[in-house]
């Protein structure tokens, strides 16, 4: 493969074999293309730019130094492996990278022999690892397993519990930790290659003490090393990632290595190969590389982006857009917190994404990002609960599947105030199946104690949040969707909804849809289609999810009227399932019930609408549906 020229080049790339015959300088140059071509491609799609930008010369080094697949590597979160796929020879689709059909923006089984394990969420490369590398030796195979996991997933409970296992085993394997967050002076840098070529002689034992007084003396390394303290966990991730820590784990400590130096890299896979045992390789990087909009980013803002022009960096945004449904639930528990100075927000390391920034400039001694650690976060806003304080949990839909223990067994078991707020609820569209938020109504519902509700626009969500925090009966969970609201008007006074209350947007005799959240407007465009045609159908709001509105239930299963519930949610287990269940509990025999949702299927990536369509929950399917039930209802009649 030609290395000079554009971009075009990426293109032609079947398999990384290309890389062995590549000199470092020759290296550089694909590694400027590969982020030309980046920039170039995500301006238009977006997507995780900041992970890529930064792993480009790891990558190009894993696929030089190791076989793919035969070794295998293993992607922790999966949003850092772009250039994974440019170098497997997808380049040619990222014009579709995250859309409907097109390339998925997470490592996929399907798409590729190289992609050996599918993911979205953090911290579960080295538990896939152990598994793999058991099976190799069982299977008696030679392979190298490498997962590569950042410093952030290091804090996942998960990704501590496999370093125990792993270290306590003693088997072969290379764990790459890119940790984007450290700086390294140059002497240090020197140092440790010095530290690297002892431990791999074997004299290193020998030297340890020796070395461990040395560097005391080294002001750098003492105090100066972790010289990034402008988060408040980065004290706490120092902890985990001292070369201390992991030997006492049992692991070989490489590093610090500069993840963008070719020859250092090469160094040191050379080092962890010959090693006997786990090995530990830290390897800094730098978040964004190549793209000074990215590069510069201390918030988390280029992390995974929207397109944007490439040559200011400014996001391509609608001019007018509504506010951001985590804005509005955020702001308004902010505004609440200047009169109850109870409220405390808990987030697992999304204080951007739920639009918590300005409650932590505010109240900086009442806002806490545990890291990647769901599971402890809600266990924390139930300790914080049995205090009488009113924690407010910000967590996407997705990650809650994380803390389902600690929400049964912590919060709900124990009946504590704790205010869920359930970002990203129903379809995301672009991250796919990893990140759907279709799962919580069933796996909440069913729990006793908790109240599920989900609001039909933001001037309404703005009430339950005050709700929710006024609610004294124990925990309370508020699903909303992703992206913007629809611009209502907002009330001035915020006001109690009673619980287990709906509310009837359109009256109507022949049938009734029951829905809440996003798709009201469905809805409510059905009904308005089926009156032309002499069908009268009432369209509720149905907005506590559990618990029912029996009253308004049961006064519509008296009437016999034909109901069908939509849910930009799993159908197993979720609302329909709940309002079947209680037609029969009632002893409503006859009831016809109808239910629309998401079928018993993992949904992939793209667009939502497109998704929607995909399985069938659209306007027409909805008329095409009630009419078959209205005209049931005639001929009962």
């Given at each position: 493969?030609k290395?000079?020229?554009?971009?075009?080049d990426?293109?032609?790339?079947?398999?990384?074999?290309f890389?062995?015959?590549?000199?470092?300088?020759?290296l550089?140059?694909?590694s400027?293309?590969?982020?030309q071509f980046?920039?170039e491609?995500l301006?238009?799609?977006?997507?995780?730019?900041g992970?890529?930008l930064?792993?480009v010369?790891?990558?190009?080094a894993?696929?030089?130094c190791?076989?793919?697949p035969?070794d295998k590597?293993?992607?922790?979160?999966?949003?850092?492996?772009y250039?994974?796929?440019?170098l497997t020879?997808?380049a040619?689709?990222?014009d579709?990278?995250r859309?409907?059909?097109?390339l998925?923006?997470?490592?996929?089984?399907?798409e590729s022999e190289?992609?050996?394990?599918e993911t979205?969420?953090?911290s579960t490369?080295?538990s896939?690892?152990?598994?793999?590398?058991?099976?190799r030796?069982?299977?008696?195979?030679?392979?190298?397993?490498?997962?590569?996991?950042?410093?952030g997933?290091?804090?996942g409970?998960m990704?501590l519990?496999a370093?125990?296992?792993?270290?306590?085993?003693?088997?072969n394997?290379?764990f790459i930790?890119?940790?984007?967050?450290?700086?390294?002076?140059p002497?240090?840098?020197?140092l440790?290659?010095?530290?690297?070529q002892l431990?791999?002689?074997g004299k290193?034992?020998?030297?340890?003490d020796?070395l461990?007084?040395?560097?005391k003396?080294v002001?750098?390394v003492?105090g100066?090393l972790?010289?990034?303290?402008?988060?408040v966990?980065?004290s706490l991730?120092?902890l985990?990632v001292?070369?201390m820590f992991?030997e006492?784990m049992g692991?070989?400590y490489l590093g610090p290595?500069?993840g963008?130096?070719?020859e250092?890299?090469f160094?040191n896979?050379?080092y962890a190969?010959?090693?006997e045992?786990?090995?530990?390789?830290?390897v800094?990087?730098k978040?964004?590389?190549?793209f000074?909009?990215?590069?510069?980013?201390?918030?988390?803002?280029?992390?995974?982006t929207?397109?944007y022009?490439?040559?200011t960096?400014?996001?391509?945004?609608?001019?007018k857009a509504?506010?951001?449904?985590s804005?509005?639930?955020s702001?308004?528990?902010?505004k609440?917190a200047?009169?109850d100075?109870?409220?405390?927000?808990i987030?697992?390391?999304m204080?951007?994404?739920?639009?918590?920034e300005?409650?932590a400039?505010?109240?900086?001694?009442?806002m806490y990002d545990v890291g990647?650690?769901e599971?402890h976060?809600a266990?924390?806003?139930?300790g914080?609960?049995?205090q009488?304080?009113k924690p407010?949990?910000?967590?996407?839909?997705?990650?809650?599947q994380r803390?389902y223990?600690?929400?049964?067994?912590?919060?709900?078991?124990?009946?504590?105030?704790v205010?869920?707020?359930i970002?990203?609820a129903g379809?995301?569209g672009a991250d796919?199946?990893?990140?759907?938020?279709?799962f919580?109504?069933?796996?909440?519902?069913?729990v006793?104690?908790?109240?599920?509700m989900?609001?039909k626009?933001?001037n309404e969500g703005?009430?339950?949040?005050?709700?929710a925090l006024?609610?004294d009966?124990g925990?309370?969970?508020?699903?909303?969707?992703r992206?913007?609201?629809?611009?209502?008007?907002?009330d001035?006074e915020?006001?109690?909804?009673?619980i287990?209350?709906?509310?009837v947007?359109?009256?109507?005799?022949?049938a009734?849809i029951l829905t809440?959240?996003?798709?009201i407007?469905m809805?409510?465009?059905?009904a308005e289609?089926?009156?032309?045609?002499?069908i009268s159908?009432?369209?509720v709001?149905a907005r506590?999810?559990?618990?029912l509105?029996e009253?308004?239930?049961?006064e519509l299963f008296s009437?016999?009227i034909?109901i069908?519930?939509i849910?930009?949610?799993?159908?197993?287990?979720g609302f329909?399932s709940y309002?079947?269940?209680?037609?029969?509990?009632?002893?409503?025999y006859q009831?016809?019930?109808?239910?629309?949702?998401?079928p018993d299927q993992?949904?992939?990536?793209g667009?939502?609408d497109?998704?929607?369509?995909?399985?069938?929950?659209?306007?027409s399917e909805?008329?095409r549906?009630?009419t078959?039930?209205?005209?049931?209802?005639?001929?009962?009649a």
């Amino acid at each position: 493969m030609k290395v000079s020229g554009p971009n075009m080049d990426l293109l032609s790339i079947k398999d990384p074999s290309f890389l062995k015959g590549m000199s470092n300088q020759e290296l550089e140059v694909l590694s400027q293309e590969v982020r030309q071509f980046l920039i170039e491609k995500l301006s238009v799609t977006g997507g995780h730019i900041g992970p890529n930008l930064g792993v480009v010369e790891l990558t190009i080094a894993l696929h030089k130094c190791f076989d793919s697949p035969n070794d295998k590597f293993i992607w922790d979160v999966g949003h850092q492996s772009y250039v994974h796929k440019i170098l497997t020879g997808r380049a040619c689709e990222f014009d579709t990278l995250r859309q409907f059909k097109g390339l998925c923006g997470f490592p996929k089984r399907i798409e590729s022999e190289h992609d050996v394990w599918e993911t979205g969420h953090s911290s579960t490369s080295l538990s896939a690892a152990m598994g793999m590398v058991i099976a190799r030796d069982l299977k008696k195979e030679s392979s190298f397993i490498v997962p590569i996991i950042g410093d952030g997933a290091l804090t996942g409970g998960m990704a501590l519990e496999a370093l125990n296992h792993i270290g306590h085993e003693k088997k072969n394997m290379i764990f790459i930790l890119n940790d984007n967050e450290m700086s390294i002076a140059p002497n240090v840098g020197a140092l440790h290659n010095i530290l690297g070529q002892l431990r791999t002689a074997g004299k290193y034992q020998w030297v340890k003490d020796e070395l461990e007084l040395f560097l005391k003396k080294v002001p750098a390394v003492g105090g100066k090393l972790a010289a990034t303290a402008e988060r408040v966990k980065d004290s706490l991730k120092y902890l985990f990632v001292s070369g201390m820590f992991f030997e006492e784990m049992g692991f070989t400590y490489l590093g610090p290595v500069d993840g963008h130096d070719y020859e250092a890299l090469f160094q040191n896979f050379r080092y962890a190969k010959k090693t006997e045992g786990p090995v530990l390789l830290h390897v800094i990087t730098k978040k964004g590389k190549g793209f000074h909009p990215a590069e510069s980013d201390t918030k988390g803002t280029w992390h995974g982006t929207g397109p944007y022009k490439m040559d200011t960096g400014a996001f391509v945004k609608s001019d007018k857009a509504p506010p951001a449904w985590s804005s509005l639930v955020s702001e308004t528990v902010r505004k609440l917190a200047r009169k109850d100075e109870r409220i405390v927000a808990i987030t697992p390391a999304m204080p951007v994404g739920s639009k918590l920034e300005g409650f932590a400039s505010e109240f900086p001694e009442r806002m806490y990002d545990v890291g990647i650690a769901e599971q402890h976060a809600a266990t924390v806003a139930a300790g914080l609960a049995t205090q009488n304080m009113k924690p407010f949990l910000a967590i996407y839909s997705t990650f809650l599947q994380r803390a389902y223990d600690q929400v049964v067994h912590d919060i709900c078991r124990q009946n504590l105030n704790v205010f869920i707020g359930i970002d990203r609820a129903g379809l995301v569209g672009a991250d796919g199946e990893t990140h759907q938020g279709v799962f919580d109504i069933a796996f909440l519902r069913h729990v006793p104690n908790i109240v599920l509700m989900m609001p039909k626009d933001e001037n309404e969500g703005q009430h339950m949040v005050y709700t929710a925090l006024n609610y004294d009966d124990g925990p309370i969970a508020m699903r909303f969707p992703r992206g913007n609201g629809l611009g209502v008007p907002m009330d001035e006074e915020l006001k109690n909804i009673p619980i287990g209350t709906w509310e009837v947007l359109k009256e109507g005799e022949d049938a009734a849809i029951l829905t809440f959240g996003t798709t009201i407007p469905m809805a409510l465009e059905a009904a308005e289609t089926l009156e032309k045609q002499g069908i009268s159908v009432k369209v509720v709001n149905a907005r506590f999810i559990k618990p029912l509105d029996e009253k308004m239930l049961n006064e519509l299963f008296s009437n016999n009227i034909p109901i069908m519930t939509i849910e930009e949610a799993v159908l197993q287990g979720g609302f329909g399932s709940y309002v079947l269940e209680h037609a029969h509990d009632k002893g409503f025999y006859q009831q016809a019930i109808d239910r629309m949702g998401i079928p018993d299927q993992f949904i992939e990536h793209g667009d939502v609408d497109s998704l929607l369509e995909e399985i069938g929950m659209t306007t027409s399917e909805v008329v095409r549906r009630i009419t078959i039930l209205a005209r049931k209802k005639q001929q009962r009649a």
